[in-house]
């Protein structure tokens, strides 16, 4: 009789720690991330943009959260994805430059999610490197069976799921890169209503240019709308938790690869029904804490290799204060390149350290009609500072604007001595920084890979010794295919774990 009780007891025990664990598996979120590809901050509806229409975003936005200080670590779309997925900076994961990859045994927040028993995809744009592939359990990256935009496989992976885990969906656009490809949704944007941002030339041809570019995030928009409403018809879109963002600025001079707010701010937004999290939240927030923010949602321990920190008490509590400081790095992409960034809440501060050279952009936005327009205003002479700016040579080795009188980062207060107390502060913060994180300046960096002279095809010149700067279609240098020493190698920076100053 006994041992009965104690059979009858153990059993009692077992059926109630399966069903413990049971309820704390159906509890556990399931997480998307939508990843557009090189769309700036301001560039869908919620956040003020009167041309773009991104309906489907604008309503999830009133269910959500909105970032308006939510930072990259760079404007580069491998370095900056891989930087989100091991919540470490650029030089940290040992693939600071675009088209590089980190180590092997890089550890991902992914990878991390599927040992903990989530079913992980990724469908779309992959670019991250083969080192991320044994975090998931399905990858769909090729055009013929993801689509132009990378979208058509979204639908299906929620569907064809399994329904005894919870997920995790990576599911990067390749909306909207250039070049500007076939799209159902061409033409929904007038050239003629859409007013171009002062850094670029109000004519047609830029006016055309960017409403494709509004096409193809229009896509972006509605491939977003078909997820959520099967998530809503799975009933499963209250335990979901939702990011929309970008992972750099808008293929236009002026915005990918800088470290001004149209490079390395990004749209993103929140979206978790089941914990009411709704608003908006001006707090300094990094890329690299996303992971460990999403690892703590699904209750798995953050491990000393993610240099982020969790942002989860400001979701539920927007107005708190999170960072002080939030860093970027712009490294090789396309040409040699070596600078740094560090903004606190009203002020941002850069280092040029390849100061000798434009920053016309990298070269899907030199070889655009935008950039064209730029050129031709610029021999011409009739052309603003602000739209010269990108013809710069030599740059200001220092930059330092004050965020809240100068929202577009085009007052270089470098020289007023009336902040030289900010800007020491910042540049000693920087320093700390780099020092802390291994950061550092290679003298024999990756190289141009591309000759700096403008070139789109149909760019109306005499010769091309009249275009004094830029890149062409085919112009490639001795340099190309050539890579130097990567910023962060001689400092083994892959092996540091520091986190830098808050």
Request: charged residues 25%; hydrophobic residues 30%; glycine residues 6%.
């Amino acid at each position: 009789m006994k041992y009965i009780k104690i059979i009858k007891l153990i059993t009692s025990f077992i059926l109630m720690s399966a069903c413990l664990s049971k309820k704390s598996s159906t509890q556990l979120p399931n997480f998307i991330i939508f990843i557009a590809d090189d769309i700036s901050w301001d560039d869908f509806g919620c956040y003020g943009n009167l041309n773009v229409k991104t309906p489907n975003i604008d309503i999830l936005s009133k269910d959500g959260l909105i970032f308006n200080n939510m930072y990259l670590t760079t404007s580069s779309c491998s370095p900056s994805r891989n930087s989100i997925l091991t919540g470490r900076y650029p030089h940290n994961t040992g693939a600071p430059e675009l088209h590089s990859e980190p180590p092997s045994n890089t550890i991902t927040m992914v990878k991390e999610l599927n040992d903990n028993g989530y079913y992980t995809v990724s469908s779309g744009k992959f670019h991250i490197g083969d080192y991320a592939r044994n975090g998931f359990n399905l990858i769909h990256e090729k055009r013929d069976e993801t689509g132009i935009g990378g979208e058509k496989k979204w639908v299906e992976t929620i569907l064809k799921r399994p329904k005894n885990k919870p997920f995790f969906m990576w599911y990067a656009s390749h909306d909207a890169h250039r070049s500007w490809g076939e799209n159902e949704f061409s033409g929904i944007h007038n050239p003629e209503e859409i007013i171009p941002p002062e850094y670029l030339i109000d004519d047609l041809a830029t006016r055309q240019d960017l409403a494709n570019y509004y096409d193809e995030i229009a896509r972006f928009d509605d491939a977003i709308g078909r997820v959520i409403k099967t998530l809503k018809d799975e009933k499963i879109y209250d335990n979901t938790f939702i990011i929309i963002m970008a992972d750099n600025g808008r293929p236009f001079p002026h915005s990918k690869t800088r470290l001004n707010d149209q490079g390395v701010k990004s749209p993103f937004i929140t979206i978790f029904k089941r914990d009411k999290i709704i608003g908006k939240t001006n707090s300094l927030v990094s890329a690299i804490d996303i992971a460990p923010t999403i690892l703590e949602y699904a209750g798995i321990k953050i491990g000393d290799n993610y240099q982020g920190k969790s942002f989860k008490n400001l979701l539920e509590n927007p107005k708190n204060p999170f960072r002080n400081y939030v860093f970027a790095e712009h490294n090789w992409h396309d040409f040699e390149a070596h600078q740094r960034m560090v903004r606190s809440v009203d002020f941002m501060y850069i280092e040029n350290n390849r100061n000798k050279f434009p920053q016309t952009g990298p070269l899907d936005a030199i070889n655009s009609d935008s950039y064209a327009s730029l050129i031709e205003k610029l021999n011409s002479g009739e052309i603003s500072d602000i739209q010269k700016e990108i013809f710069l040579s030599p740059r200001p080795k220092e930059e330092f604007y004050k965020i809240k009188n100068d929202l577009y980062q085009r007052n270089n207060l470098i020289d007023d001595v009336s902040y030289i107390e900010n800007i020491n502060t910042l540049r000693q913060i920087l320093i700390k920084w780099k020092e802390e994180t291994g950061d550092t300046s290679p003298k024999d960096i990756t190289k141009d890979w591309y000759e700096r002279r403008p070139g789109p095809k149909n760019l109306k010149t005499k010769s091309k010794k009249d275009l004094p700067v830029g890149g062409e279609y085919s112009l490639t240098t001795e340099s190309h295919g050539k890579r130097g020493e990567f910023a962060g190698a001689s400092k083994n920076a892959t092996e540091i774990n520091e986190k830098g100053p808050f």
